[in-house]
């Protein structure tokens, strides 16, 4: 009889454990799944992938999603990296970076009952929701700051590529400069590469020694390289992406965020909270928290030009002031 009793204990306590990894294994089906396809340095370029990467870790963490990730290294090709995250049963597939437009359709159209969204590029196809930034306008505040800050009269602006989105960037921060100190120069140019910090760090002592004396990159990790050559030639630099004060505290006086770990947390929670993705495009800027500046440090502004800069701000707000794109 004890032998009886012992035996369906154990079968208790096996049923038990079963339905106990049942319920695990549904929640888990139940759980949003997220996959993501970085840009092309991917992890550890201290700017946009790594921005992205954060936003989706506060999701796992607040929301209780799940996310998965694809890096160009060790997949060879964007395309591959979408069609495995498809595979992979992710309810929604993202594309991180211009870069992946092409392969991102090319997995798209094979697979229209997907949901996929596009970071910092707009496509036309029905399941792909496209997030922009108006990086235009946090660039123009970078450049209204960099003005302010220079005693040469010449900064410079590194981009990544030449291509219409980094245009974006330099052409919001020429604008700025020269809102606030119209007789500065700015000198520009273009590394084609995202992932250069030693290409960074020699474009950047060639600007020096031109004299400029705020440089602004948007060029992801070769921007970093940017951002230490000047402060080891005692000049000043300003981040983009996230704050990136803390890559060169001596010489950054602000960052130009682009809060693309708050775009995509938003855009996880709508989706959990909806089972779809309610637009087809969503534009981020100035008035919807998008872009903006860090903390100013290692300079003091002055009162009127604190009140330029808010007054600035607040005018691109309003529309009141407009930027011309190239």
């Given at each position: 009889?004890?032998?009886?009793?012992?035996?369906?204990?154990?079968?208790?306590?096996?049923?038990?454990?079963?339905?106990?990894?049942?319920?695990?294994e549904l929640k888990a089906k139940e759980r949003v799944k997220i996959g993501i396809m970085l840009s092309d340095v991917g992890l550890g370029d201290q700017s946009f992938s790594d921005a992205a990467f954060a936003g989706l870790v506060k999701a796992r963490d607040e929301l209780d999603i799940l996310f998965d990730y694809r890096e160009l290294q060790t997949v060879g090709t964007y395309e591959k990296g979408f069609t495995e995250l498809v595979e992979d049963g992710n309810d929604i597939v993202i594309g991180l970076g211009f870069m992946v437009?092409?392969?991102?359709?090319?997995?798209?159209?094979?697979?229209?009952?997907?949901?996929?969204?596009?970071?910092?590029?707009?496509?036309?196809?029905?399941?792909?929701?496209?997030?922009?930034?108006?990086?235009?306008?946090?660039?123009?505040?970078?450049?209204?700051?960099?003005?302010?800050?220079?005693?040469?009269?010449?900064?410079?602006?590194?981009?990544?590529?030449?291509?219409?989105?980094?245009?974006?960037?330099?052409?919001?921060?020429?604008?700025?400069?020269?809102?606030?100190?119209?007789?500065?120069?700015?000198?520009?140019?273009?590394?084609?590469?995202?992932?250069?910090?030693?290409?960074?760090?020699?474009?950047?002592?060639?600007?020096?020694?031109?004299?400029?004396?705020?440089?602004?990159?948007?060029?992801?990790?070769?921007?970093?390289?940017?951002?230490?050559?000047?402060?080891?030639?005692?000049?000043?630099?300003?981040?983009?992406?996230?704050?990136?004060?803390?890559?060169?505290?001596?010489?950054?006086?602000?960052?130009?965020?682009?809060?693309?770990?708050?775009?995509?947390?938003?855009?996880?929670?709508?989706?959990?909270?909806?089972?779809?993705?309610?637009?087809?495009?969503?534009?981020?800027?100035?008035?919807?928290?998008?872009?903006?500046?860090?903390?100013?440090?290692?300079?003091?502004?002055?009162?009127?030009?604190?009140?330029?800069?808010?007054?600035?701000?607040?005018?691109?707000?309003?529309?009141?002031?407009?930027?011309?794109?190239?």
């Amino acid at each position: 009889m004890k032998r009886i009793m012992n035996m369906l204990v154990i079968l208790f306590l096996l049923l038990g454990t079963l339905a106990g990894c049942a319920n695990s294994e549904l929640k888990a089906k139940e759980r949003v799944k997220i996959g993501i396809m970085l840009s092309d340095v991917g992890l550890g370029d201290q700017s946009f992938s790594d921005a992205a990467f954060a936003g989706l870790v506060k999701a796992r963490d607040e929301l209780d999603i799940l996310f998965d990730y694809r890096e160009l290294q060790t997949v060879g090709t964007y395309e591959k990296g979408f069609t495995e995250l498809v595979e992979d049963g992710n309810d929604i597939v993202i594309g991180l970076g211009f870069m992946v437009l092409e392969d991102l359709e090319k997995v798209a159209k094979k697979n229209p009952k997907q949901q996929f969204i596009l970071v910092d590029s707009v496509s036309e196809l029905d399941n792909i929701t496209s997030i922009i930034f108006k990086e235009e306008q946090g660039s123009f505040l970078a450049g209204a700051v960099a003005g302010m800050a220079s005693k040469s009269n010449i900064v410079g602006f590194v981009g990544g590529a030449d291509v219409p989105l980094i245009h974006k960037f330099k052409a919001g921060f020429e604008q700025g400069v020269k809102a606030v100190n119209p007789e500065a120069e700015v000198k520009v140019a273009y590394a084609n590469d995202f992932g250069n910090a030693e290409l960074g760090g020699k474009i950047a002592s060639g600007m020096i020694d031109e004299g400029a004396d705020v440089l602004y990159a948007a060029a992801g990790f070769t921007g970093v390289g940017v951002l230490k050559e000047a402060q080891s030639k005692k000049k000043f630099a300003i981040g983009v992406d996230s704050d990136q004060y803390f890559f060169a505290e001596k010489a950054i006086i602000t960052s130009m965020l682009k809060n693309v770990d708050v775009a995509l947390y938003e855009t996880v929670k709508e989706f959990q909270a909806e089972n779809k993705l309610k637009s087809k495009q969503i534009e981020l800027g100035i008035n919807e928290k998008g872009v903006g500046l860090a903390p100013i440090r290692v300079i003091k502004l002055t009162a009127e030009q604190e009140k330029s800069l808010e007054d600035l701000e607040a005018k691109l707000s309003s529309n009141e002031l407009s930027i011309q794109l190239d």
